[in-house]
């Protein structure tokens, strides 16, 4: 009998690592940024932009927090993230949780990673096929960073904010610079941050 798989993903996203920064667009209009952190995908480098172009940046936001500031009715208000090439970023979450197995994060999802990867040299093809065997198994127990980016563009708990613009990690300089053009010309301020 094949064994039972513990993947329990959430319809309903709520997480702590989002971000908000205001910005003055050419003619002096205002805009707010609301940024959606998808892990590895370029997340902490949309941060930096935001700090270097924004006034008033928060980062590391949470989703309650955000459904709070956002105003549907306001045309200034743009909700953005970047996705990533899935298997680059599977690969890229391997790494991640394999640094975060050495460095021996305590957090209790990395304690399980370390007793499940470390029967299998680092490395190896074996252990990888663990990792990859694991991730269908139990969805490498809700880490975000191996977590489907589809999951970060659900429903945030008890609000529904639409996605203005979704750009594409492997594009960043051209797709960054169109953040805010859904709203104003942010082109000037936006390129010298990328």
């Known amino acids: 009998m094949a064994e039972k798989t513990q993947w329990m993903p959430r319809a309903v ?7 908000i920064a205001e910005v003055v667009c050419r003619g002096g209009k205002e805009l707010v940024l609301f940024y959606r952190h998808i892990f590895k995908a370029a997340g902490h480098g949309v941060f930096a932009n935001l700090k270097k172009i924004g006034k008033n940046t928060l980062i590391s936001v949470n989703s309650p927090q955000i459904c709070s500031y956002f105003d549907v009715g306001n045309p200034n208000h743009v909700h953005f993230t970047f996705a990533r090439e899935p298997i680059s970023r599977f690969v890229a979450a391997y790494a991640e949780i394999e640094h975060r197995v050495d460095i021996d994060e305590p957090w209790l999802v990395y304690k399980k990673m370390k007793l499940i990867l470390g029967k299998h040299p680092r490395g190896s093809v074996k252990r990888a096929e663990v990792f990859f065997n694991e991730f269908l198994k139990s969805g490498i127990f809700g880490d975000g960073h191996v977590k489907p980016q589809s999951e970060y563009l659900g429903h945030i708990k008890d609000c529904d904010i639409p996605m203005h613009f979704m750009g ?18 942010l082109h000037e301020k936006l390129q010298h941050v990328m």
């Open 13 to 19: 996203f709520n997480h702590h690592d989002d971000a």
């Open 168 to 185: 594409a990690v492997e594009n960043m300089s051209a797709d960054w610079s169109r953040t805010g053009t859904l709203k104003y010309t």
